[in-house]
DNA sequence: GCGGGAATTGACCATTTGGTCAGGATCACG
DNA sequence: CGTGATCCTGACCAAATGGTCAATTCCCGC
């Protein structure tokens, strides 16, 4: 097992590179749009000095996967059940929408691997998101039963969110097609979503 | 020019079923990741055959995404500006969201191509989109303007229907992984999204 | 400064894939 | 039925691509 401090500076930088070029990649393609080739050369190396990092394209991708859901989902797990509900939510949807501003890269690699049937990313979303979104749901389920946000469905509550957030980072173009410029969309959004989960959830 | 009515019956049958199977495809996998072999298998054609109905697999790729738009934003184009706004938000949201339904692999389509930068949508996006949107912001600010409905940024309001409407065929598998058998999501969806834009509007 | 492991590369290979083409089958129609 | 146009196919090609490997260079600890 090659552990992080085993590695020497150089593959540190080398696969440092290449993950990120292969980021910019397949977020912007698709697995099947890229070319180990392309990743090279935006990575600045030859395309057997990839393959000396990792065994294959897929192992790339599968790299770049790992660890992808647990920043995904870090927002969710950080929502306090003993705090107060509407600020908890609200504050869940700025994060997310913060994520979407600084990671549009992973939004979008991710919205590519669920769209296209998450193949890779299935089998956890099965166990790990249900499971975290479930717990998440009765705590909101909690909530409303004890009056303290309006009655909504959960987890509709909860793809809401994603969906809202999500959107400015998958649909950038659109949006900067729509809005034209001089537009900031991510400030205009915040504030769009902030007025509706305050409107939804008021009691 | 080949008009609709000059083709033959078997030519019209064969065009549809590539069509048909190249909308799964690419839908399902995105354009970089069809063979024309797919397609024509789909299709119970040869590739030979297939090309002989299309010059190019790019070329399915654009008959496919011509009319996409124009499916996609009927029903924004049918809201009524002398109808009752906060009914023709609804109706609108309703719309919408029947379309992801009734035709989830369009939806993604739309989104791959979105996605990854809309290419070949690109330039309708920034002009007929554009204009079209720009329209209906406006007919949704003399709502505001008139007290008829809540103050809210018309852009995205639009675009929060998009988001909430197309999450659920864009990313059916994380909404089925996380609710479980046993659900419904549409009908969940329908009735959620009708409370959230009933509260969101309200005076 | 040197020895050995780490890093890098040019050349190469097999496979896949988009696309072509010449000819054969089939159909519509007089 | 015959004939011309439409429809279809097997065989083929060139380019692209994932991946291999032997050989070489580089770097780091001694």
């Known amino acids: 097992m090659t552990t992080e401090a085993s590695r020497s500076r150089i593959q540190t930088r080398n696969r440092q ?20 080739d392309r990743i090279a050369a935006a990575a600045g190396l030859s395309k057997p000095n990839v393959l000396y990092y990792f065994a294959s ?58 769209l296209q049937g998450a193949g890779h990313l299935g089998p956890v979303l099965q166990e790990d998101l249900a499971a975290l979104v479930a717990d998440r ?14 009655p909504v469905d959960p987890h509709h509550l909860i793809f809401s969110i994603w969906a809202l957030t999500q959107h400015y980072a998958d649909f950038e173009v659109q949006v900067r097609a729509v ?12 504030a769009f ?10 009691v």
Request: no cysteine; net charge neutral.
């Open 17 to 36: 590179a290449i993950l990120d070029a292969a980021l910019d990649e397949f977020s912007a393609r698709g697995f099947a749009g890229v070319t180990i």
């Open 57 to 114: 394209k897929q192992a790339i991708h599968r790299a770049l996967l790992d660890g992808l859901l647990d920043l995904w989902l870090a927002p969710l797990r950080e929502m306090d059940p003993g705090g107060d509900p509407q600020h908890e939510v609200l504050a869940y949807v700025r994060k997310k929408l913060a994520l979407s501003q600084s990671h549009p890269r992973e939004s979008r690699l991710f919205a590519n691997e669920v």
């Open 137 to 150: 749901a009765a705590v909101i389920s909690r909530w409303i039963a004890q009056g303290r946000i309006a």
């Open 179 to 190: 809005l034209g410029p001089g537009h900031d969309p991510y400030a205009e959004a915040g």
């Open 193 to 202: 979503l902030d007025m509706l989960y305050r409107r939804l959830l008021a």
